[in-house]
């Protein structure tokens, strides 16, 4: 659907990173844009008050007047809102973010796609500020803020949009896959796990979301995938596009070696087809952001632009807000906040952050808080993520009202099991709770990890508040 400029295009779920990104180019291409969210906090929401976006908190009927051109409904928003089914009555028209961004903002446009269980969202930021650098003049939908970039979101300027390329559904009327949406020509697969537990029933149903992925890939499109992810190589065999490379450690045509550790950046070497090629400096730590940027060096190495200029990229990237973020260092103690919330995620983080901070006492804060992580499928898996040489603070689950009592995880199983193992731990009843223990526990030069997808009930302001 065409609309013209100065058009009222409403957006349901707008807090969203990517729909806060979709608000954000919607108003820059001269639509009125107002949206409605009942979850508001930070970094989005300060966002959107900078791009001047009307914001309307909670689901109500009365968001719809005056009545807008457009909806723009997110996949948060379900048929029950009240604001949702005023849509439903009505006659306006429309439509799901990722089939707007696929039919306005991507278009004709070459689309490079970051999708997989994890590593989505640096290797977006990666991949997008490298294009960047190399003049590429690329358009960008992020999950998250770009520490390189003042927006999570772009407008292409030229032939290229990059995208993160979530698996997870599209909206309660168009229940898809969002990357189906995205036009993908490019792709590149970091991993494939079981997650998202609300809409997938078990690892196969993930697999066929990633299958289809591997379908509509163009014959001249590109895959770059993980080689040390058994189900990535299974499902690479169903791509649909001649070109498929390889990345990894010990496999891949892409390989990272003699990988030095620095406190402010690190190194390794990439070899391809087993001759060592060039050293890549990242400012970014960890055997997973090596892989990522692994991955997006092989692409672009693929897609032939000049290397001097992807090696200037990643030696000037600067992370992910939220993302192994150090947010303050009051007293000498650093905090760092990340968005790790699947067990192999804060697994990885974990062994990111004691990997940097070799001899400093590091405390681990978790709060269990997306759809998955609330739930005990993965309970075991946190107890293996979480064994170690740090101190585990433990959080009460975020809202499991509408879980069933037999499937609701248990932080206090959790403390128990680590408590056996031998890992130092704390069960917290609050964040003030939190905020009183670290204060008391803590001292000058140890590092405190936290971790949520969420707001974590203002925890971040409070303790830099306490520890300053």
Request: aromatic share 10%; charged share 25%.
């Amino acid at each position: 659907m065409q609309l013209k400029s100065g058009s009222h295009i409403h957006l349901m779920g707008i807090c969203g990173t990517a729909m806060g990104g979709l608000a954000g180019m919607l108003k820059e291409m001269g639509y009125k844009v107002t949206g409605s969210d009942q979850n508001v906090y930070p970094p989005m929401s300060t966002q959107l008050e900078e791009l001047g976006i009307e914001l309307m908190e909670g689901y109500k009927r009365e968001n719809l007047n005056p009545k807008p051109d457009f909806v723009i409904v997110g996949n948060v928003i379900s048929r029950t809102h009240e604001e949702a089914q005023a849509l439903l009555e009505s006659d306006i028209p429309y439509t799901s973010l990722p089939k707007a961004i696929g039919e306005w903002i991507i278009d004709w446009r070459t689309s490079i796609v970051a999708a997989g269980t994890h590593g989505k969202t640096t290797t977006t930021s990666m991949m997008s500020w490298i294009a960047e650098v190399c003049g590429k003049k690329p358009g960008y939908m992020i999950g998250g803020r770009p520490v390189n970039f003042s927006k999570s979101f772009k407008l292409p300027g030229g032939d290229y949009y990059v995208i993160e390329g979530d698996e997870y559904d599209t909206a309660f009327f168009d229940k898809v896959p969002k990357f189906i949406h995205y036009k993908p020509k490019n792709v590149i697969l970091t991993s494939v796990e079981f997650d998202h537990a609300d809409i997938y029933r078990d690892l196969n149903h993930v697999k066929e979301a990633f299958y289809t992925l591997m379908d509509i890939i163009p014959e001249d499109g590109i895959l770059v995938c993980f080689a040390e992810d058994n189900n990535v190589m299974e499902i690479k065999e169903k791509a649909a596009c001649k070109k498929v490379l390889t990345y990894g450690f010990e496999k891949g045509d892409y390989r990272a070696e003699n990988v030095q550790i620095f406190e402010e950046f690190c190194t390794f070497d990439v070899l391809f087809l087993g001759e060592k090629i060039t050293t890549i400096q990242l400012p970014v730590f960890g055997q997973h952001n090596i892989a990522n940027a692994l991955s997006v060096f092989a692409l672009t190495e693929a897609m032939g632009w000049e290397r001097s200029d992807v090696l200037e990229g990643f030696k000037s990237f600067k992370g992910v807000k939220r993302r192994q973020e150090i947010i303050g260092k009051p007293n000498g103690i650093t905090v760092i906040d990340d968005f790790a919330h699947h067990p192999t995620a804060v697994k990885l983080t974990l062994n990111s952050i004691k990997e940097r901070y070799k001899k400093r006492k590091t405390f681990a804060v978790f709060e269990p808080r997306s759809a998955t992580s609330r739930r005990n499928i993965f309970q075991q898996d946190y107890l293996d993520a979480f064994i170690g040489d740090w101190t585990v603070v433990i959080a009460k689950p975020f809202n499991q009202t509408n879980i069933p009592k037999e499937e609701q995880f248990s932080s206090e199983k959790l403390i128990d099991d680590l408590k056996k193992s031998g890992t130092s731990c704390h069960l917290s009843t609050s964040t003030d709770d939190i905020v009183s223990y670290l204060k008391q526990n803590s001292q000058p030069n140890d590092v405190i990890l936290i971790m949520s997808n969420g707001g974590f009930d203002g925890l971040y302001q409070k303790l830099l508040k306490e520890l300053g």
